[in-house]
């Protein structure tokens, strides 16, 4: 074979390990790069999980208490009724 063929022939395998090494390794960092970015965003996402249910929390006992005020008017009316009718 003649100096030239075995040139590009070298130059075409070492070009293909090369990329293949430069791949993996890109790979690498951007799967290390994805991890950390999923872990950083984990406290936030629970963070905000957190102050949802808080607010879900202080609306329910708001309901609660507006309930137990109808309840008592009512039942207030309910006895002021009786005793207008003496019964």
């Not at 960092?29 to 905000?48: D, F, G, N």
């Not at 309910?78 to 019964?87: I, L």
Request: charged residues 25%; without cysteine.
């Amino acid at each position: 074979m003649t100096p030239f063929i075995l040139l590009v022939f070298g130059a075409s395998i070492l070009g293909t390990f090369g990329f293949g090494i430069a791949y993996v390794g890109a790979r690498r960092r951007a799967l290390r790069a994805e991890a950390a970015l999923a872990a950083r965003s984990e406290p936030t996402q629970t963070a905000e999980l957190i102050r949802a249910i808080d607010a879900v929390a202080i609306e329910v006992e708001r309901l609660g208490e507006g309930q137990r005020y109808l309840t008592r008017v009512v039942g207030e009316k309910g006895e002021s009724a009786r005793r207008a009718s003496g019964t």
